[in-house]
């Protein structure tokens, strides 16, 4: 590569917005509105004593955003009244990771393991000071 790097702000926007894309293509015509719905719905896969809490930790954002999540996936009858997966819901979250794992294969197919770690070592960090700074 020749010339200066981009800034790695830049790099991780630039990402963020490829892989947003990604997923919103992987979402279509699924009942799964968002990437909001998405990360709701895969907090609450694995069962939590406190729905709310478990959306707005993973949303990294406010319980208004968590509780609009959560209102719409109930809307749609993905989440019962108290938060947890309804059988659609599961069935929403099993088709939706269906069409998303030969994507994200597809992304990292063929770069080195170490790169991988690598990668994935600096984000981290990136976003856990991220987290603490904002």
Do not use: F, Y
């Amino acid at each position: 590569m020749t010339g200066t790097p981009h800034p790695l702000p830049s790099v991780i926007g630039r990402t963020e917005r490829a892989l947003s894309a990604v997923l919103l293509d992987a979402l279509g015509g699924t009942p799964v509105a968002g990437g909001d719905e998405w990360v709701a719905l895969n907090a609450l896969a694995g069962g939590t004593d406190d729905p709310a809490a478990a959306v707005a930790a993973a949303l990294q954002g406010s319980p208004g955003q968590a509780r609009a999540a959560l209102e719409a996936l109930h809307g749609k009858g993905l989440v019962t009244g108290d938060g947890h997966l309804t059988d659609d819901g599961r069935a929403a979250l099993a088709q939706v990771r269906s069409r998303i794992a030969p994507r994200t294969h597809l992304l990292v197919e063929g770069l080195p393991e170490a790169d991988l770690a690598t990668a994935v070592r600096v984000l981290d960090t990136v976003r856990e000071r991220a987290t603490r700074t904002g």
